[in-house]
């Protein structure tokens, strides 16, 4: 099978696994590596990149800015339907695996590339995600997953393949987790995370203070949003990636976004996980602020019954199918009136709503006062109730008659 292969794109970052997998893709398959890797916010160095990618053995090396992209295109739409796994985790992997992987697809169909490969192990979500959109956009290509095939189990392996290889990978001491970051949050697992009674040490901590290092004086905050999408802080209209960077600056610096949960991976096991999303957290809880008086009741409940399935559908990987299609047309629609300001307090830790206002707002002071109004006459609700409760009288009577029997 390998020599079918002639031109492999790979999804590249330039840490010991990638750079093992370019090398080990070359020698398993006789082909041409072209390393790929998407500027996400991810803070990490990519001057040398290109550089380590050539001196390993690729071909060809793109490294392509996609932040502003990443914010628009896929986070703001998960924002705009409240998308939140397990009631818990804002996504900030897994809205980001189906832009890489998306882009992966356009290099290789623009390189004349015939597979496609990524450095996502054989127990985790990413393989699923990833997988899953080179499928949806490109029925015929060739997934090669090294973590399935090849005989490595450890890191010392790939070490070892390395140091023979001559392939340059830094020798620093490795951290006892493993962590992902991009413009939406980092997230940290394995390692000493596996214990799920283990607390995680401060230093670990990248995005954000603890709260009891934050200030002692609150941050007040203004964002406003024009069709469920936030488009500026303060009266300051930003770019999306620039607005999310902003805010995580800010809420970081207050102590907010830091989440530690256990969750149901796709693949049928729990995965102990921390994450720290700061802005993402002060955008989902200005979004609901601004939904509050946006949107109609049963429009809104009947959107917040959809969040968990267009939550699962983006941690399970499918950004790309007909069904997410289907309910993000449906959100963009309970979206046109989203429009508005939301006024926030940051302290210590916590994120909390000081007052929101809209030109599109359905909440009316004449109408929800206890005074005098004129659209409401309190006497209807006496018939409002009897109608309501009819059911609950039937069978109240007909076990009272049941007895009687």
């Given amino acids: 099978m390998s020599n079918k292969v002639k031109k492999v794109v790979l999804a590249y970052s330039g840490g010991l696994d990638t750079s093992v997998i370019l ?58 339907a409240n998308a939140i796994y397990e009631a818990t985790y804002l996504l900030g992997t897994s809205v980001a695996r189906p832009l890489i992987a998306k882009r992966q697809i356009e290099i290789a169909h623009q390189e004349g590339a015939d597979a496609v490969a ?29 973590w399935r095939q090849w005989s490595f189990r450890s890191r010392s392996d790939l ?21 992902d970051r991009n413009l939406l949050h980092i997230s940290f697992e394995g390692g000493i995370l596996e214990d799920p009674w283990a607390e995680p040490p401060e230093d670990m901590f990248v995005m954000s203070v603890s709260p009891e290092a934050a200030p002692d004086t609150p941050r007040n905050l203004m964002i406003s949003f024009e069709s469920g999408v ?10 999306p990636a620039a607005l999310l960077e902003t805010l995580n ?22 995965s102990r996980g921390v994450y720290e999303t700061p802005g993402g957290t002060v ?30 559908l983006i941690y399970y990987g499918y950004w790309f199918a007909p069904e997410m299609e289907v309910l993000r047309k449906a959100v963009e629609e309970t979206q046109r009136n989203v429009t508005g ?63 009687r029997g």
């Fill in 23 to 80: 090398k080990w893709l070359m020698e398993t398959y006789d082909c041409e590596v072209i390393a790929f890797a998407a500027d996400l916010g991810q803070g990490e160095e990519l001057t040398t990149l290109e550089e380590k990618a050539k001196e390993t053995g690729a071909s060809k090396v793109y490294i392509e800015d996609l932040r502003e992209e990443f914010v628009r295109d896929f986070i703001f739409p998960a924002l705009q």
């Fill in 118 to 146: 990524h450095g996502a192990t054989g127990k985790g979500n990413d393989q699923v995600r990833f997988e899953l959109t080179y499928l949806s956009l490109d029925p015929n290509i060739r997934v090669i997953a090294p």
């Fill in 230 to 239: 936030p488009v500026a802080i303060d009266r300051k209209r930003l770019s």
């Fill in 341 to 403: 300001d939301v006024r926030l307090k940051l302290y210590k830790g916590n994120c909390m709503v000081m007052g929101r206002r809209s030109p599109y707002s359905l909440y009316s002071e004449d109408f929800a006062t206890f005074e005098a109004d004129r659209v409401y006459r309190q006497s209807d609700a006496e018939g409002f109730i009897r109608l309501n409760a009819l059911r609950l009288r039937i069978r109240r009577m007909m076990e009272e008659k049941g007895h």
């Fill in 249 to 270: 600056r800010i809420a970081g610096e207050n102590g907010i976004g830091r989440v530690d949960m256990v969750e149901n991976r796709y693949v049928g096991i729990k």
């Fill in 283 to 312: 955008l989902h809880i200005a979004h609901r602020a601004m939904e509050s008086i946006t949107l109609d009741r049963e429009v809104m409940h009947l959107k917040d019954a959809l969040m968990p399935k267009i939550a699962e």
């Fill in 159 to 179: 070490i070892a393949y390395a140091k023979d290889r001559g392939i340059p990978v830094p020798v620093t001491k490795e951290k006892p987790y493993s962590s």
